[in-house]
C-alpha cells in the first residue's frame, strides 16, 4: 500500500472514528484497579525465569533497542507516513524508564496501549496482539523487566506532524481494533495448539507482520497471516495456501526456518524476520516450535493478496541455464554482476558454495517477480546473529546502480525463480 494511501487512510480514521474517539473519552476508565497475579503465578526465581522466557517470546528487546545501542534502552525510530516515533526506554530506571510505573499502568500499557499517565500510545507498539496475553504473564515480564539494570536514557523526541502527534487520536481507533479480552483457549484443540495459537496470535505477534492491513492501518483479521508488507518487504502467506503459502512445505522445513533462520529448500530468512528469528524464535524450547508448526496447520488456508508465482517444478541451475529474454540472458548485464559479486558464496546451482545458508533454489524472495524482498537483501546486506564470514553478506547498496541492481534482481528472478522479472531501476531507487 502506498504512502499517500495510507496516510489518506489515516485521515479517513480520524475524521471517521475521532466522533467516538471524543465520546469514548468521556467513559474511558480512570482509576486504576489494583492487578495482582493468580495463585497459579510462579514466585522467586521461577517467576523471573518465566518473565525471561515470555520477554524473549515476545521479541520486547528488537524495538526497545536502537541500532549499537543497549538492550531495553529504547531509542528506535519507526517511519511512519506522517513522521518518526521512537520507541521508550523500559529499562527500571525511575526517571527515563520504567522505574516507577505500577504493576497496574504496566498491564493497562502492555494490553491497551495507555502510557503511565493515561496518554494513548501507537500502535507501532504491538498491543493489538499483546491484548491477548493473561494477566499473570504480563506481571511476570514485568517482575523480569524490574530485574534488569536501571539505564538513565532518555531518546528522541517523537517527530509527529499535526494532527497525528495527538494521541487521542489513536481512541477511536483502539475501541474499534484492540481486543477486548485475552487469549482463551480452544478445549476442542490439543494442548500443543493452543500454546501454538497463543505463541503465534499474542506473544510472537507474527500477524503484526504478515497479516495484511486494511485502510484504517486495522490488521485485516478475515485474512490474517495470508501476507503483509512492513517498509518495503513482503512477509509472506504463511497460511497453507499450496501455491502462495506454507502448505508445501514440510514440518521440518518450517521448524528449521523458525528456530534456525533458513530450511534447505526454502532459503535463508532476511530482514525482520532474520532479527525475529535472532532475538526471539532461535531462543525458544523445540517444543514451542514444533507448536507454533501444529498450529499453523490449523489456520484457514487463504491465497495471498499479492501475486506470487510458485517455483516451477524441475528447474535445473547451471551457469548455461537459459533466462527469460534477451537483456536478462546469459552473458547480459545482470549475469556479468551474478557472475563477478555473488557466485562466489551464492554459486550457480542454487545449493550455496560455502554455506547452506546461502543456498537461494526455493527461496520465496527469489520466486517473486516484483523481487521486493530480493531488491532489499542486495542493497541492506544479511547476517544471521553469528556474524561470521560464511553466513554474512555485505550491503551492494554503493557499489551498483538503480540500473545494475535491477538487471542484477532479474537476471536472479529468471535464473533460481524461472520466471520474467518485474525489478525496475525506479523499484530500487524507492527502495534504498
Ligand atoms: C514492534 C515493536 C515493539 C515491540 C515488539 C514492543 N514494543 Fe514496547 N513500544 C514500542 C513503541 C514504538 C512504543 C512507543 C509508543 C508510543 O510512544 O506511543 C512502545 C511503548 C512501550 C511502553 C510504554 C512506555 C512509555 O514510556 O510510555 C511499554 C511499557 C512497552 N512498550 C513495553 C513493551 C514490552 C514489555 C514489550 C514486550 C512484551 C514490548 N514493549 C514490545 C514498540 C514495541
Ligand atoms: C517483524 C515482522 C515479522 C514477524 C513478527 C514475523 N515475521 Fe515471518 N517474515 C517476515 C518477513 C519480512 C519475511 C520475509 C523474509 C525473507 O523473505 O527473507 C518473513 C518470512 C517468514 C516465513 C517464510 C515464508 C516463505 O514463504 O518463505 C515464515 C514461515 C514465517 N515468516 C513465519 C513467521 C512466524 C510463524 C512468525 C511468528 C512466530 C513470524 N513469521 C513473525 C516478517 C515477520
Ligand atoms: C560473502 C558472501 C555473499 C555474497 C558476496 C552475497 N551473498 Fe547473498 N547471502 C549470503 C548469505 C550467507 C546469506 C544468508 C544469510 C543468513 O543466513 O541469514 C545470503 C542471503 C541472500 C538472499 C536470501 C534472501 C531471502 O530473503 O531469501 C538472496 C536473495 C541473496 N543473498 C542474493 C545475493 C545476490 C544477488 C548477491 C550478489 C549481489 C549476493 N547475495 C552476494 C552470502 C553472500
Known sequence: MSRLKLYLGAIACLIGVGAIGAAAFFFWPHRLPEVTGSEKQPHGAALIERGKYLTTAA???????????????????????????????????????????SDAEFVRAVRSGVGKHGEDLYPAFPYTSYALLSTDDVLAIKAYLDTLAPVSHRPPENDLMFPF?????????????????????????????????????????????????????????????????????????????????????????????????????RGPAAGAMRQAIDLSLSRLPASDINDIVSYLRTVPSLPSSYEVKSQSAGLVFSKSSKAWSPEHNVGGLGQQIFEGACASCHGWDGNGQNSPRAALAGSHSVNDV????????????????????TSAMPSFA???????????????????????????????????
Not at 78 to 97: H, Q, R, V
Not at 379 to 386: F, I, N
Open 59 to 101: 521479541d520486547c528487546e528488537a524495538c526497545h533497542t536502537a541500532p549499537g545501542g543497549k538492550a531495553f534502552v529504547g531509542g528506535l525510530g519507526f517511519k511512519l507516513p506522517f513522521g518518526t516515533l521512537y520507541s521508550p526506554n523500559i529499562t527500571p530506571d525511575a526517571e527515563t524508564g520504567i522505574g516507577s510505573w
Open 370 to 389: 516484483t523481487g521486493s524482498n530480493l531488491v532489499r537483501v542486495i542493497l541492506q546486506g544479511t547476517a544471521d546473529d553469528r556474524g561470521t564470514a
Open 165 to 265: 502527534n495527538q494521541r487521542y487520536v489513536m481512541r477511536g481507533w483502539k475501541l474499534l481494533f484492540v481486543p477486548g479480552s485475552p487469549f482463551h483457549p480452544d478445549e476442542t484443540k490439543s494442548e500443543a495448539v493452543n500454546n501454538g495459537a497463543y505463541l503465534v496470535e499474542a506473544l510472537a505477534h507474527c500477524g503484526e507482520c504478515h497479516t495484511p492491513r486494511g485502510i484504517m492501518f486495522q490488521r485485516k483479521q478475515g485474512q490474517a497471516l495470508s501476507g503483509g508488507e512492513l517498509e518495503g518487504w513482503t512477509a509472506w502467506n504463511i497460511t497453507g495456501d499450496p501455491k502462495t503459502g506454507i502448505g508445501n512445505w514440510t514440518d521440518d522445513e518450517i521448524a528449521s526456518y523458525l528456530s534456525k533462520g533458513f530450511a534447505h529448500g
Open 398 to 432: 554503493e557499489a551498483y546502480s538503480d540500473t545494475e541492481i535491477a538487471a542484477l534482481s532479474n537476471y536472479v528472478i529468471s535464473h533460481f525463480g524461472g520466471k520474467r522479472g518485474e525489478v525496475t531501476p525506479d523499484d530500487v531507487g524507492r527502495a534504498r
